[in-house]
């Protein structure tokens, strides 16, 4: 090939090699002996097409300066150097380079004039390619969306291997909170075995894309499946919580050790946590609803003192309620047997009936504790005196903010679980007695 530049087959020897060609006080940059072509000639394709592209983009840069000495002297007064000669290929890797997809295969390195010689000289056949798809091995894997069997993996008989995650189920978390339910073991199954019949709908466009893509219904799947947020056990809740964990921890940038997944594992363990997490279930589990849906809406980092806080008025609400109804079904029930008494086989008990709930901060019948959240002012006894007790933050605190127990100011239970955590002393004067002892206030039937 006499001039390399200009079709990339051809001979190695350089025309610089050639006296009669060239000026001899040009000096030879690339074939500088057969040492270095034959070098060339050893090496791989990629490396071949690599050493071509230097030598390529280098000349450029040497053009692009003597076009700046031209133009602008002052700033630029030398021009750039003689190019260098471009190594030629053999046939048999020319060859290779026809097929569009093998040559796909080295765009980084491709010269600019090899390409060209490959689209003046051999175009793409575009109905062969559709004529014999298989010819292009990329393309069949591509449309075929061919399954890798080297990623299976062995069979533990004794041990429950953790379900897989759909691109689906990711596809629709970048939408919004993915129910909990959705990822017990049943359901997780379910949608990785059905995935083509699961009910879907489009989803807008992502930021920086024109297309909608389809995620799942999480309504109507979870009508399907007979799932809801609140309807699960604790050994469910459990089971989906550690799925949701996993399942997040794969979308983190970083990993199970990103602050995403971090959060979402704090979230779960403060509740795990809980010694009396399963006598509380029915209680809390609302509670660990509202922050995950807050963290959704208001996405901070995890805050235990904040997680805390709300647990214990969640405690305090539900004895509080707890202790309402225990109240009012002893009154139903002596009511019952009053109206009723051919009806059990236990002797008439007093006529009285058991009195309306009172609140144990002011003393005053008619209703309960919860009733001061919203308190301008402190309450007061009706004599004008102010109780011992402070009601703050949905529990009733001494000066000191320790927090005083409601169950046993209620009925002087001494089989309280909280420990030392709580005071038992009267929230009406502080005293050792139970504040519906009537010890220090008169009783508010008497009122």
Not at 207 to 214: C, V, Y
Not at 331 to 357: C, E, I, Y
Request: hydrophobic share 30%; proline share 6%.
């Amino acid at each position: 090939m006499s001039d390399p530049a200009h079709s990339p087959g051809g001979s190695h020897n350089d025309p610089e090699d050639h006296q009669d060609l060239q000026p001899p006080a040009r000096i030879p940059r690339t074939h500088i002996n057969a040492i270095a072509i034959n070098s060339f000639k050893a090496l791989s394709l990629k490396a071949k097409l690599k050493v071509c592209k230097e030598i390529e983009d280098q000349n450029d840069a040497r053009h692009e300066r003597t076009r700046l000495n031209a133009t602008d002297p002052d700033n630029h007064p030398e021009p750039g150097s003689e190019t260098a000669s471009l190594f030629s290929l053999d046939d048999g890797d020319l060859e290779k380079l026809k097929r569009p997809s093998f040559a796909a295969l080295f765009k980084d390195v491709m010269p600019t004039y090899i390409a060209n010689w490959l689209f003046e000289h051999h175009p793409l056949d575009v109905t062969d390619l559709k004529r014999n798809p298989d010819n292009d091995e990329d393309s069949r894997i591509a449309k075929r969306r061919c399954m890798d069997g080297d990623h299976l993996q062995p069979r533990a008989t004794d041990v429950s291997a953790d379900l897989q995650f759909t691109q689906l189920l990711y596809e629709t978390a970048d939408c919004g909170m993915v129910p909990l339910p959705l990822f017990l073991n049943h359901a997780l199954s379910y949608i990785s075995i059905n995935g083509a019949n699961l009910p879907t709908f489009k989803a807008n466009p992502k930021p920086g894309e024109k297309k909608g893509f389809t995620i799942i219904d999480c309504k109507k799947l979870l009508g399907r499946l007979d799932l809801a947020e609140l309807t699960m056990t604790h050994a469910e809740w459990s089971e989906a919580a550690y799925n949701c964990y996993r399942f997040h921890s794969e979308r983190d940038i970083h990993g199970p050790t990103g602050s995403y997944a971090s959060w979402w594992d704090k979230h779960f363990g403060f509740f795990n946590l809980q010694k009396d997490k399963v006598k509380y279930y029915d209680a809390w589990r609302s509670l660990e609803l509202e922050l995950r849906q807050e963290f959704y809406s208001q996405p901070t980092t995890y805050d235990g003192a904040y997680y805390a806080r709300k647990y214990d008025i969640m405690k305090n609400i539900f004895d509080a309620k707890s202790e309402i109804a225990s109240m009012v079904s002893t009154s139903q029930s002596r009511s019952q047997r009053n109206l009723n008494p051919s009806s059990t086989s236990f002797p008439k008990g007093s006529d009285k009936v058991s009195p309306p709930a009172c609140c144990i901060l002011c003393g005053e019948k008619g209703h309960l504790l919860a009733s001061h959240t919203n308190d301008r002012s402190p309450p007061k006894f009706r004599d004008g005196r102010l109780p011992y007790a402070k009601y703050i933050d949905g529990a009733l605190r001494n000066s000191d903010g320790k927090e005083i127990c409601i169950k046993w100011n209620v009925r002087n239970n001494s089989s309280c679980d909280h420990g030392k955590d709580r005071l038992h002393i009267c929230s009406f004067c502080g005293g050792s007695h139970n504040a519906f002892s009537w010890t220090c206030r008169p009783k508010y039937a008497n009122l």
